[in-house]
């Protein structure tokens, strides 16, 4: 089933990565937020809404997760197995993770804390999506945009989601910061650093061959050339992300 994605291929090594990198997303989102030092602009839009409703801080981002995953019907994409855990794991992770955390602290302290966090925010990215299990929310409705808008470019559909959810969440209570200008300048470097050695290979042919599936049309044999990508841009239904929100 397409929901859950091909899991022949290398299922343990995937299936362990996909939760490690989950659970470590959660404990970074906590860490930052424990900070008090600024957030990401989606978390900046947690914590507003948390404030606003009352309810918990991983209560909130599995809400907002799962209506973003609905405005993928139509932009016609295709959730794995990574994006459904992506909205469940991650939302119950950092609540048990504030949960243990104090709040306040020193602010040498509080930094060390925002350090951690985004480094482990990188590597939890690179985890996840190396799994090659599906996006998380966020990332496939940016990719899903870019797909359908061919015109608009992957760092054009990102920005104006991110400014809006930011300036949402700011104007809800939530805290914006160093932490939040750290992030966006660090997170695009390590999601780049973390991605690649922990980027599961795709099924060979002859590896699809020998569990019994069957070869497409077109599937380039090993050793043969491949054919050049038609374009950048994910196609409708993609779920290799562009860039990690989360």
Request: proline letters at 9%; aromatic letters at 6%; glycine letters at 14%.
């Amino acid at each position: 089933m397409a929901l859950l994605g091909n899991l022949r291929h290398r299922p343990v090594r995937r299936l362990v990565q996909l939760y490690l990198g989950l659970v470590l997303y959660g404990v970074s989102m906590a860490l930052m937020v424990r900070s008090d030092l600024g957030l990401d602009p989606w978390d900046v839009f947690h914590q507003g809404l948390s404030e606003l409703t009352g309810l918990s801080f991983g209560t909130v981002t599995i809400g907002v997760g799962a209506l973003v995953l609905l405005l993928w019907i139509p932009l016609r994409q295709r959730p794995g197995l990574g994006t459904i855990s992506n909205v469940v794991v991650i939302g119950l992770v950092v609540d048990a993770t504030l949960a243990l955390l104090p709040a306040g602290g020193p602010l040498g302290v509080r930094t060390a804390l925002l350090v951690t966090g985004i480094v482990a925010n990188g590597a939890a990215t690179g985890m996840y999506l190396g799994a090659r299990l599906g996006p998380g929310p966020r990332d496939g409705l940016m990719t899903g945009f870019v797909a359908r808008r061919p015109g608009w470019s992957v760092r054009l559909v990102r920005t104006v989601i991110e400014v809006t959810v930011l300036a949402l969440g700011w104007l809800l209570g939530g805290t914006v910061g160093l932490g939040t200008v750290a992030y966006a300048l660090a997170i695009g470097p390590l999601a780049q650093l973390f991605i690649p050695p922990f980027a599961v290979p795709e099924e060979s042919v002859s590896d699809a061959t020998a569990h019994g599936a069957t070869v497409p049309d077109g599937a380039v044999p090993d050793g043969a050339a491949a054919p050049p990508a038609e374009a950048d841009v994910p196609r409708p239904g993609s779920t290799a992300p562009a860039a990690p929100t989360g």
